[in-house]
């Protein structure tokens, strides 16, 4: 630890402080602009060097005391030590920073940050379990700040509050289980109204295991989970009471939609909900259009699509998603809908030219982007008039949105970030592209 004091020039796309000393550059976890802070180096790489604060001479305005005991150990949040109004406008400033600078262009209107003052979103979760042979203890929790390390959590505040108050309790649970050095994992999994722990086990279950486990989940009203090897284990464990089957609403746009506990879905639903309302009124569907919904998953915007078009296909690239899509636009009544598997990092121009009947688009792609299928876009194929771009990565948008303005000549009519993950540098986007000829 240093009691030497660091300046805060400025800060990067992680929320990190950053400092220069001596030729040296100092990344500072816990620090703000013009803030002086003494800090204690946690790693270094040549004259970089990562960090935390640990005392501040000057605060901030835009500090906030931090509400989570784990804070500064936990690696799972970043930015608590912002103001929430200050974490929106720093990352709605780096999104158009990073379009500008990477991507060269300038959308022409912007939308307003949609973002909601409500701390415990998280309805999807992966904690790691461990026994500690030196302390006789299990440890919960996700991993230490720039460490493989594991935090020993016992709360967090980013999990709804019924869920993170037992956090203690699973560490006793586990501890006192025969295999409490066999399960390395628990996944968290809500719908809102149905809450489900999904424990890897490494070794079978003793029936005073099962016993303790029963005890625990009807104390709690949690569903155990059991996942014994890959995807296809997962399963629960007391098949019985707790059904294989779980969905969640989009109330707004009346529908349902399943999905695999152990699989991707949105974690924060609120957002969630407001995004696709939004991704719906960029599009500006009528009873004519014939939409592409790329990467669509389990049908998360597909299916909202289906009830104000004509037609929409959901094209995504894992065949148990194009499964679970297509069950669930048969749940949901929908016979406007289909899906089809593609990789979508591997198409052609025979895969493009298959699509010219379709007048607009939306993409939401993982975070490498979607430059392959964008880039084979033109007036030899196809050129949708409409095109909403979900994004995850500021980065890989701006390089497609170059690609899309400056190489196909589309026009960037606005975006807007979409705070899915608080208290993080994690940066959601929806952007709106459109073709005149």
Known sequence: MSNDLLHIVDIDHEGRGVAKKEEKTFFIHNALIDE?????????????????????????????????PHYNVCGGCSMQHFKHSSQ?????????????????????????????????YRHKARLRAKYVDKKDKVLVGFNERLTHFLTDMD?????????????????????????????PQIEYASNGERDIFIFRILDPLSNDDIKKLSEFSNARNIE??????????VKPLFPERDSEIISYPIAKHELNLEFNPSGFIQINPYINQLMIDKALELLNLNPQDEVVDFFSGLGNFTLPIAKYAHSVIGI??????????????????????????????????????????????????????????LE????????????VYVSCNPATLARDANILVNDKGYKYQSAGILNMFPHTSHIESISLFTYED
């Open 376 to 387: 084979l876009i033109s007036k030899d194929t196809v050129l949708p008039e409409t095109i």
């Open 224 to 233: 155990i989970w059991t996942q014994s090897k890959g995807p296809e284990t």
């Open 88 to 120: 929106i406008e720093f990352k709605n400033n780096a999104f158009f920073q990073t379009l500008k600078h990477i991507g060269k262009v300038v959308p022409e209107s912007q939308i307003e940050p949609i973002f909601l003052e409500f701390s415990e």
């Open 36 to 68: 002086k802070v003494e800090y204690k180096i946690l790693k270094k790489k040549k004259n970089i060097f990562f960090g935390i604060a640990t005392h501040i001479e000057n605060p901030s305005p835009v500090r906030a005391d931090p509400s989570c």
């Open 316 to 373: 995504e690239g894992s065949e148990d998603l194009v499964n679970l899509g297509q069950k669930n636009a048969d749940l949901n009544n929908l016979n406007n809908v289909s899906f089809q598997y593609s990789n979508l990092f591997e198409v052609d121009v025979d895969f493009v030219n298959s699509l010219k009947n379709r007048n607009k688009w939306l993409l939401d792609p993982p975070r490498d982007g979607a430059m392959q299928l």
């Open 155 to 183: 709360s967090c505040e980013v999990l709804p509050g019924r869920i993170s108050s037992c956090l203690g309790e699973i560490k006793s649970l586990i501890k006192n289980l025969s295999i409490y050095n066999r399960m």
